[in-house]
């Protein structure tokens, strides 16, 4: 989704390598996806389950936000 779309990054993080990641983020077993620092799931995901899984985040966000100044990035999702 990164490759196709520029409102989409990606990070991929080695926790052997970045130990505080994976404190910060509590990873007890991967693979784990976090959406936005906001949104955390373990274990292989489809592109459906992956998708449904931003949109409700981003959604989450946009109602979170209402009334707040635009910060220019609504709709964006980073996946770590």
């Known amino acids: 989704m990164a490759l196709e779309s520029p409102k989409v990054r990606a990070d991929v993080v080695e926790v052997q390598e970045f130990p505080y990641l994976a404190r910060l983020y509590g990873v007890r077993s991967v693979p784990m996806t976090v959406i936005n620092n ?5 274990g ?3 592109e459906d389950i992956l998708l449904d899984r931003m949109l409700e985040t981003v959604e989450l966000e946009r ?3 209402a009334g707040e100044d635009a910060t220019g990035d609504e709709g964006q999702a980073t996946l770590l």
């Open 44 to 46: 292989g995901a489809n």
């Open 38 to 42: 906001k949104t955390a799931f373990v």
């Open 63 to 65: 109602e979170n936000s």
